[in-house]
């Protein structure tokens, strides 16, 4: 066998190994709602958990701390951080 078709077999099962673990680490996995509570107020634009007041989907909060954005958090952090309210 040729040693550049070697080379680039190898480079290519790289790069698919490497998309494929980038893809999977990205997917964060399937939280349980147990031990946890909403936290609002404390979210940065962009990365709530779900829907609010003003749009219907997670990572839509267009403003950072907005009272109506939320995240799941373990339950009893949410009061230890600052503007962070459970209702």
Same mark, same amino acid.
């Given at each position: 066998?040729?040693?550049?078709? /070697?080379?680039? =077999?190898? +480079?290519?099962?790289?790069? &698919?190994?490497?998309?494929?673990? !980038?893809?999977?680490?990205?997917?964060?996995?399937?939280?349980?709602?147990?031990?946890?509570?909403?936290?609002?107020? /404390?979210?940065? =634009?962009? +990365?709530?958990?779900?829907? &609010?007041?003003?749009?219907?989907? !997670?990572?839509?909060?267009?403003?950072?701390?907005?009272?109506?954005?939320?995240?799941?958090?373990?339950?009893?952090?949410?009061?230890?951080?600052?503007?962070?309210?459970?209702?």
């Amino acid at each position: 066998m040729d040693l550049k078709v /070697i080379i680039q =077999s190898a +480079l290519c099962a790289a790069l &698919a190994l490497g998309l494929t673990s !980038a893809s999977h680490a990205a997917t964060p996995p399937k939280a349980t709602k147990e031990g946890l509570e909403k936290c609002y107020g /404390i979210v940065k =634009s962009g +990365l709530n958990d779900c829907g &609010a007041d003003s749009h219907a989907c !997670a990572m839509q909060s267009v403003k950072d701390n907005d009272p109506n954005d939320w995240l799941y958090l373990p339950k009893g952090t949410c009061e230890k951080i600052v503007g962070g309210k459970t209702k």
